[in-house]
């Protein structure tokens, strides 16, 4: 049984450290701040302007003019603070965020990702996805394994245009959990419950690494 959405979630956020500063991406990311233990003090970023970001809003919380970068309604946090885009991209570039956890089309063996744009579709920009795989300490990608026709997005090399070069260090999806190793390939670190490594292995097309005995997610 592979995970669902809320399942990578919850799952990463378990990489989640006390004292973290952590930019949260569009799609599956956004769903982290639901599921970050309230033991641990950690401060969200969103690189359209706010620092402090809490949980999703229930219905008599949501205000329309509070959002995130994917422009879904949020909360905010006591002592959040807005500012302005130059702001906020300042502390990226300079290097103030601890972990950044991005939605990815395609990541290659090397850490390379692709998550900004599907040639001969329309973008509306390319976001701030290159300004934070090149400024973060540590970034971890939330993702499906295969596409929907069931082609694997964890590839030698990435065949769509690259955000960053060798900057993935690890990967969660429906299926695994992997480390991108400096000498390239991806390591096997958990599957998750009830799918097997020969399952993985078969939904991967760079190169996967196994070994000893692949322990099940744990998933609260």
């Not at 402090?52 to 909360?75: M, R, S, W, Y």
């Not at 906020?88 to 570039?93: G, H, K, L, T």
Request: hydrophobic share 45%.
């Amino acid at each position: 049984m592979s995970l669902d959405k809320i399942g990578i979630a919850k799952r990463i956020a378990q990489e989640v450290k006390d004292g973290m500063y952590i930019n949260l991406g569009i799609g599956i990311p956004t769903l982290v701040a639901n599921y970050i233990p309230d033991a641990l003090d950690v401060v969200l970023q969103s690189e359209n302007g706010l620092l402090g970001i809490g949980q999703f809003p229930i219905e008599e919380e949501v205000d329309a003019d509070l959002i995130n970068a994917g422009k879904q309604t949020i909360t905010m946090r006591d002592g959040s603070v807005l500012f302005d885009s130059a702001e906020s991209f300042a502390m990226i570039r300079g290097g103030h965020v601890d972990l950044t956890i991005l939605g990815a089309m395609e990541v290659s063996e090397n850490g390379d990702i692709s998550n900004w744009k599907i040639p001969g579709k329309m973008v509306k920009g390319m976001g701030g996805a290159m300004d934070l795989v090149a400024s973060a300490k540590n970034i971890i990608v939330a993702m499906q394994h295969t596409s929907r026709s069931g082609e694997s997005k964890l590839l030698k090399n990435c065949s769509l245009p690259i955000t960053g070069l060798q900057c993935v260090k690890k990967i969660v999806t429906n299926l695994a959990v992997l480390e991108v190793q400096n000498g390239g390939g991806f390591k096997l670190l958990e599957r998750a419950p009830g799918v097997t490594v020969d399952e993985i292995k078969e939904a991967t097309a760079g190169k996967l690494l196994i070994e000893g005995e692949i322990p099940e997610m744990k998933i609260d």
